[in-house]
């Protein structure tokens, strides 16, 4: 189990499977690229100074290898820029105006995710990106989604400039649990050629029960895997199973 320390940023793009934890957080981590390791999902964790703000981020890139490189160290420069900030789609505004400098190529869908233990609540953001699910108490894991909008609001970064985004945010407690994933996970192709899908995976996590972000971790590879028969290469897939402290 990794600690991550107070001002402390984590992360990257290469393959990974390992446990973080934080003050506020457990999480369980998978991260594979479908091109041999070069990467295509970036992710990022980091920890206010006072260690009661834990955010994370989890971006795909549409590309691979010089431009996800180029989307991480954005991402980790804006983390550190806003090291402390509660209102993170700021960071979303500016990764936006980087990624439209550079490019259709650097086009990318984002999650960001912040726990905040002053007040047990949850901010989270979207640019384009599956929204993650959530499990409160004995409830059903359920999506966690932004309120819908008359205009066109939190595209994937690089689709328009200075594009707006929102920022949602909800009450959680202690154990209360959530999944943040790539598309590659309900992307993932069976025998038939169907795909994994949304419901599927909500299906797969009630049936992980109680069991904590490590073996939800597992037990999803374990469906994915059987699923499209072992192969994970059909694209880049990356998971989180998160357990608030």
């Not at 402390?84 to 700021?90: K, L, N, T, Y």
């Not at 972000?213 to 374990?222: E, R, V």
Request: proline share 3%; with cysteine.
């Amino acid at each position: 189990m990794y600690k991550i320390k107070c001002a402390e940023i984590w992360g990257g793009i290469k393959n990974a499977e390992l446990d973080v934890c934080s003050a506020g957080i457990t999480a369980s981590l998978f991260s594979s690229s479908c091109d041999g390791g070069k990467g295509g999902d970036a992710y990022h964790f980091a920890v206010c100074g006072e260690d009661k703000l834990t955010r994370l981020v989890l971006a795909d890139v549409m590309g691979h290898g010089e431009e996800v490189s180029r989307i991480s160290q954005w991402v980790y420069d804006q983390l550190d820029a806003h090291m402390g900030d509660v209102d993170q789609a700021a960071i979303m505004q500016e990764l936006n105006n980087r990624v439209v400098d550079h490019g259709y190529e650097a086009l990318t869908t984002a999650v960001i995710v912040s726990y905040y233990l002053k007040n047990n609540h949850l901010y989270y953001s979207y640019a384009g990106h599956p929204p993650m699910l959530a499990q409160s108490g004995s409830s059903s894991w359920h999506d966690v989604k932004l309120p819908d909008t008359p205009e066109a609001r939190n595209l994937p970064l690089g689709a328009k400039r200075n594009a707006r985004y929102d920022m949602g945010e909800v009450p959680y407690q202690k154990g209360d649990r959530l999944f943040l994933y790539s598309d590659g996970v309900i992307e993932a192709p069976g025998r038939d050629r169907d795909l994994f899908g949304v419901d599927r995976l909500r299906s797969t996590l009630e049936s992980a029960g109680d069991a904590a972000p490590m073996q939800i971790k597992s037990h999803i590879l374990a469906a994915l895997r059987e699923w499209t028969g072992g192969s994970l290469d059909h694209d880049d897939v990356t998971l989180v199973a998160i357990q608030l402290a």
